[in-house]
């Protein structure tokens, strides 16, 4: 089974990535490859951030074994993780390079798990750096285009997990990851609950068309986090989903 | 040993059922006690099926469904050790010892008995392996009853039933057709009797089929199954939450199903569990 993991531009999908990997870690951990060298692929030092991921490049595809410790005890996944550059969603882009973008596609149609990063919206961020962020009604259009997206060029999908990414900038991330957190003895919240949680309070403007994909078609999931690279419980809980479905 | 396969449409939970099943075979289960039976999971794939129940339905999420691609050959094989002992302590009766194999195929075969023009080769490999003589029997799971479905679910278990006269099963395969998620309200109070109260009532046509075929009525039964079951006995509200077309566990602590042994005991050994 194969995870893609996508969003747009600058949604913060490689850090994300590059900070589950860290030796700091929880419930999930990733075996291979190391922090380290993930670091030094993905890091720029000297902008100390995240190298945005070169457009120009193939679509590439990362293999990661990650090791979750769910209720029934430790599970190694091995993800494919299709680390593709923001811009592939651009229609220009998908003119221009029409074989990378028939690449990509032709692994998305393949792949079971696909991890949606969005960014906040402006209405849920502090006005002095809500205007690097799309409107509310920018973000709810982009969204339904996500749906045309899952219903149209993913269909061997069975779960879409959505991650409202840098919770740090509109929300308690303590606060929310105590309440959240998973307990592989005992959570307070189960699956259903959290989901609940977040669609109700973070993904309200789009309940409705988030409802509707797992009510279209038959086996498909939809799960919402919110996540943060300063929270590593609220960066593992997509993946300890995920991993309860993926574990071999 | 009893070799039984599980057919019914999509979403009528025969993957939840087994995953039922294995979870409560788990040893770590050993507080629970399902009447005087032990339960074992006797292979990988029936273990990894009690980790997912663990993991996903105790933790409020649900299964996915079990998928046509790459047809019978990477199915997974669900093996069950059961040991049935004597409701009366009898120190000279030893408890009876009963490997059961199951599979559970994919919802489209079945729904494509219902429409043959959807009927494909690949469908036809299930079918054909359901039929092969070392099957002892099948059960056949329905959760659809209101008014209309019956049609629709006659035509099918018609079909299987010509299908299975094709294959020259129709004197010697057992036939367990059981109401799947009879946590429902309208349901639960036919558990009983579920030939008279739900059969009869609900699915007046797909009784006939049966009873009018050439199966023997030895070789066909009525089962009420619930696989979530009820909150508990004072409290008969469905243990069950519908998204869309999944369900969960709506109080995993609570979990305590309703009926899940019989029709696989009764397709192994063609004998009642009345006795136990």
């Not at chain 1, 900070?19 to 291979?32: G, R, T, W, Y």
């Not at chain 1, 596609?105 to 991890?115: H, M, N, P, Y």
């Not at chain 1, 959290?194 to 403007?205: D, E, G």
């Amino acid at each position: 089974m194969g995870i893609v993991y996508i969003g747009d531009r600058s949604v913060g999908k490689t850090h994300l990535a590059m900070e589950l990997a860290n030796p700091k870690n929880e419930h999930v951990k990733v075996l291979s490859p190391d922090y380290e060298a993930l670091k030094g692929m993905l890091f720029d030092d000297t902008t100390a951030s995240v190298k945005p991921t070169d457009a120009a490049r193939e679509v590439d595809l990362r293999p990661l074994e990650i090791q979750a410790k769910l209720a029934s005890g430790l599970k190694s996944i091995e993800v494919k993780w299709v680390d593709t550059p923001g811009e592939v969603w651009r229609e220009h882009w998908q003119k221009d390079n029409p074989d990378k973008w028939h690449k990509f596609a032709d692994t998305v149609r393949k792949s079971e798990g696909i991890l949606l990063v969005l960014n906040p919206h402006r209405s849920l961020l502090p006005t002095s750096i809500a205007s690097e962020y799309p409107t509310q009604e920018q973000w709810c259009k982009r969204f339904q285009r996500w749906i045309d997206f899952f219903r149209y060029d993913c269909p061997k999908a069975k779960h879409i997990v959505l991650c409202l990414n840098k919770a740090d900038l509109f929300c308690k991330v303590e606060q929310e990851a105590a309440k959240l957190a998973f307990h592989p003895n005992g959570s307070e919240m189960t699956w259903r609950n959290r989901h609940i949680y977040v669609l109700q309070k973070y993904f309200h403007p789009i309940q409705q068309p988030i409802e509707q994909i797992g009510q279209s078609t038959t086996g498909l999931s939809v799960q919402c986090f919110i996540t943060s690279i300063h929270s590593r419980s609220l960066l593992e809980l997509p993946w300890i989903y995920l991993a309860n479905y993926l574990a071999r | 040993m009893g070799n039984i396969r599980i057919i019914g449409e999509r979403g009528v939970g025969k993957t939840t059922y087994l995953a039922a099943l294995a979870y409560w075979s788990d040893k770590r289960r050993k507080g629970k006690k399902v009447r005087n039976i032990k339960l074992q999971a006797l292979n990988d794939d029936t273990r990894e099926l009690a980790e997912k129940a663990e993991n996903i339905l105790l933790e409020g999420a649900s299964l996915e469904p079990t998928g046509l691609t790459g047809g019978i050959d990477l199915l997974p094989f669900y093996s069950f050790g059961l040991e049935v002992k004597p409701w009366f302590q009898n120190p000279f009766q030893k408890p009876e010892l009963i490997n059961v194999a199951v599979r559970d195929y994919p919802g489209e075969v079945f729904e494509s008995l219902a429409d043959t023009s959807a009927f494909r080769p690949i469908h036809q490999e299930f079918i054909d392996e359901c039929l092969v003589k070392d099957i002892d029997g099948c059960l056949i799971l329905l959760s659809e009853w209101e008014q209309g479905n019956d049609k629709r679910t006659s035509r099918a278990i018609g079909k299987f039933i010509e299908l299975m006269d094709k294959n020259d099963r129709i004197r010697d395969l057992r036939l367990a057709i059981a109401i799947s998620k009879c946590e429902r309200g309208e349901l639960w109070s036919g558990r009983l009797e579920p030939d008279v109260d739900l059969f009869e009532r609900h699915l007046p046509q797909t009784k006939a089929v049966l009873e009018e075929s050439p199966i023997p009525a030895k070789n066909r039964r009525f089962y009420a199954i619930s696989t979530f079951g009820v909150l508990s006995r004072t409290d008969p509200r469905p243990n069950r939450i519908y998204i869309g077309k999944n369900s969960i566990l709506r109080e995993p602590k609570k979990w305590q199903p309703h009926g899940l042994l019989d029709p696989l005991y009764w397709l192994s050994k063609g004998k009642g569990m009345g006795y136990v």
